[in-house]
């Protein structure tokens, strides 16, 4: 597992935005965009797998998240999309490859949409494809059923980080691959016996995880493919994961750009915090190590 080696503070729009590089900063930028209520410590293992293939891994810390959660709102798709553009060029970053993980993936959408001229190739790692509501259900409801306890935790007090550890050792997605990498990934996250995520910020952005036009638009303009690398276990580790078959497949016909690759055996959480997930996800972007 890597560790950051530097952290920048990006300035943005009511502050500065945390962004961290693992390893020396050789090689290619890559871009990573974690999920809704994640941060760049998901991506301590494919830090890994990039730096072995020569890249430089750069991961934010979302606005609203981790270091960065204390910048204040507007939030949702396109201002995160925003300040993934202030990031590429306070880099000086020249068409950087950016891979962007469950809600990321939509960041990543609504950058492509709205910077294309900045990016590189852009990989989406089981989320930025918006799906239908169930026929007469709200975000609002649908919500909770697809972020289960990491919407519930936002609003918990925890003692201690052991506390929380164990909180979170009991999640039924990430039982199986508990060790270091989670442990550091869950101690990052929890601030004065708070997790960082600002629940306004999820809030906000959840609205924009189905049916947002933007996102939508985005995705039929691509001009050239992107992989949608789907996980077929889910945050609660059910089978069918957050795109279920074949109503994906139904969906992707409207996307001709997103060419839909499958992992083996992980879910949503585990495709990037335990080594056999990170591994598949880089074979399945670069192919594998030389």
């Known amino acids: ?17 945390a962004v961290f590089r693992y390893g020396d900063g050789t090689g290619e930028p890559v871009l990573l965009i974690h999920g809704v209520t994640s941060s760049n410590r998901a991506f301590q293992l494919f830090a890994d797998e990039l730096i ?18 204390s910048l204040p709102g507007p939030f949702g798709m396109a201002q995160h999309a925003k300040d993934m553009a202030t990031v590429i060029d306070y880099l000086k970053w020249n068409k950087p490859e950016v891979i962007g993980h469950s809600m ?22 089981d989320g930025g494809i ?15 059923f697809i972020l289960g306890p990491a919407l519930q935790r936002l ?32 101690d990052y996250d929890l601030r004065n016996g708070k997790p960082s995520t600002n629940p306004q910020a999820v809030e906000e952005d959840s609205r924009d995880l189905f ?34 078959l074949p109503a994906t497949e139904i969906v992707l016909k409207g ?24 591994k598949q996800v880089a074979e ?7």
Not at 119 to 124: A, D, I, M, S
Not at 213 to 219: G, Q, W
Not at 259 to 267: C, E, F, Q, S, T
Not at 284 to 290: C, E, F, N, T
């Open 52 to 69: 072995a293939r020569g890249k430089a891994p750069f991961a934010v810390d979302l606005r609203g998240r981790g270091d960065s959660n």
């Open 104 to 125: 990321g993936g939509f960041v990543l959408a609504a950058l492509a949409g709205l910077y294309p001229e900045k990016l590189g190739r852009k990989v989406f790692a």
């Open 155 to 186: 609003s918990m007090f925890f003692e201690s980080k052991e506390v929380y550890r164990d909180y979170w050792k009991e999640h039924p997605a990430l039982k199986r691959g508990w060790g270091p990498v989670m442990e550091e990934y869950v």
């Open 211 to 244: 049916g947002d036009d933007l996102v939508a638009r985005s995705l039929r303009s691509l001009s050239e493919d992107c992989l949608l690398i789907r996980a077929p276990r889910g945050l609660q580790n059910e089978e069918g994961g957050l795109y279920p």
């Open 284 to 290: 399945l972007i670069y192919g594998a190590k030389k």
């Open 255 to 278: 996307y001709p750009r997103i060419k839909m690759v499958h992992l083996d055996d992980v879910n949503h959480y585990e495709m990037f915090l335990m080594e056999e997930g990170s």
């Open 1 to 17: 597992m890597s560790m950051p080696t530097e952290k920048f503070e990006v300035p943005v729009a009511g502050g500065q935005l």
């Open 130 to 144: 918006p799906l239908p509501l169930p026929p007469g259900m709200t975000v609002e409801q649908v919500m909770p």
